[in-house]
T-cell receptor
Framework: KAGVTQTPRYLIKTRGQQVTLSCSPI?????VSWYQQTPGQGLQFLFE???????NKGNFPGRFSGRQFSNSRSEMNVSTLELGDSALYLC??????????????FGPGTRLTVL | DAKTTQPNSMESNEEEPVHLPCNHS???????IHWYRQLPSQGPEYVIH???SNVNNRMASLAIAEDRKSSTLILHRATLRDAAVYYC????????????FGRGTQLTVWP
């Protein structure tokens, strides 16, 4: 079974630009979660999508948005990039059962650098 | 978010057992205890999870205290590839994809 894939793996942008990151979940998984990882803040939850609906959202500004398509693939968008947005962006897929036994499978991440 | 407490770092020698502790004194009855680890330059990967009973899989064992206020991840024979940050996480299902990772324990394995 293929794992979670994320594209692109690396991105360099300048302040003020916008960026779109893509995540393809494991086949059969309907939930996709996004996380931001920085050395200072660690892994922080951005949002979760299930069946094309955002079910949960972390404490990030509205510049961070996402969506999920009918095939469960997901994209996240960051507009008006700031230097502090430089981070590793991880997506994780799961069955999304809502049970505590649900396991998240992570992709390798997209490394975003904002200059 | 239900919080867990882990040591910042631990060290082990290759081929020795490693016991990684986690305290979760505010755990609720429906919280599952999950362990993930993150190898350098990779996304986190699932290791094991349990509710009340001890659990074993091919990667590790999970020992859960009787009162469930603490747990221990056991790597039976550490290898260099086990050097990673280990995260102990509580999930009651209603988290809807939101896992609280905390800082985890950085495990160093010496050859």
């Amino acid at each position: 079974k293929a794992g979670v894939t994320q594209t692109p793996r690396y991105l360099i942008k300048t302040r003020g630009q916008q960026v779109t990151l893509s995540c393809s979940p494991i086949s059969g998984h309907r939930s996709v979660s996004w996380y931001q990882q920085t050395p200072g803040q660690g892994l922080q939850f951005l949002f979760e999508y299930f069946s094309e609906t955002q079910r949960n959202k972390g404490n990030f500004p509205g510049r961070f948005s996402g969506r999920q398509f009918s095939n469960s693939r997901s994209e996240m968008n960051v507009s008006t990039l700031e230097l502090g947005d430089s981070a590793l962006y991880l997506c994780a897929s799961s069955l999304g059962t809502g049970f505590g036994t649900d396991t998240q499978y992570f992709g390798p991440g997209t490394r975003l650098t904002v200059l | 978010d239900a919080k867990t407490t882990q040591p910042n770092s631990m060290e082990s020698n290759e081929e020795e057992p490693v016991h990684l502790p986690c305290n979760h004194s505010t755990i609720s009855g429906t919280d599952y205890i999950h362990w993930y680890r993150q190898l350098p330059s990779q996304g986190p990967e699932y290791v094991i999870h349990g509710l009340t009973s001890n659990v074993n899989n091919r990667m590790a064992s999970l020992a859960i205290a009787e009162d469930r206020k603490s747990s221990t991840l056991i790597l039976h024979r550490a290898t260099l590839r086990d050097a990673a940050v280990y995260y102990c996480i509580l999930d009651r299902g209603s988290t809807l994809g939101r896992l609280y990772f905390g800082r985890g324990t950085q495990l160093t394995v010496w050859p």
